[in-house]
């Protein structure tokens, strides 16, 4: 299974971005945005399950939303009202019974 990230870059603050990642196995499972700064430990930003429910870090909520394309097997995170403290590489996640995939990481940057 492999995941590509893409969609990071530089924004300034109060900007939007949107990242997507695209899998090559079916999304209709367990998949999630991370998050990671250097010295710090990988940190759960958003998720949405089988059944479409989504579940957000504090941090995020009413400005992130996450969402997901099966027939193109992509997964989405809707970044809006970016903050400084958003900055960090994204990761997408796909979970499996059996498995933990993960993609490359797409470095996202706000300024001030």
């Known amino acids: 299974v492999q995941l590509q990230a893409s969609g990071g870059g530089l924004v300034q603050a109060g900007g939007s971005l949107r990242l997507s990642c695209v899998a090559s196995?079916?999304?209709?499972?367990?998949t999630a945005w991370y998050r990671q700064v250097p010295g710090k430990q990988r940190e759960l930003v958003a998720a949405i399950n089988s059944d479409r429910s989504a579940n957000y870090a504090e941090a995020v909520k009413g400005r992130f939303t996450i969402s997901r394309d099966i027939v193109k097997r992509t997964i989405y995170l809707q970044m809006n009202s970016l903050k400084p403290e958003d900055t960090a590489v994204y990761y997408c996640?796909?979970?499996?019974?059996?498995?933990?995939?993960w993609g490359q990481g797409t470095l996202v940057t706000v300024s001030n």
């Open positions: 196995t079916s999304v209709f499972s367990y």
């Open positions: 996640n796909l979970r499996r019974t059996v498995a933990n995939y």
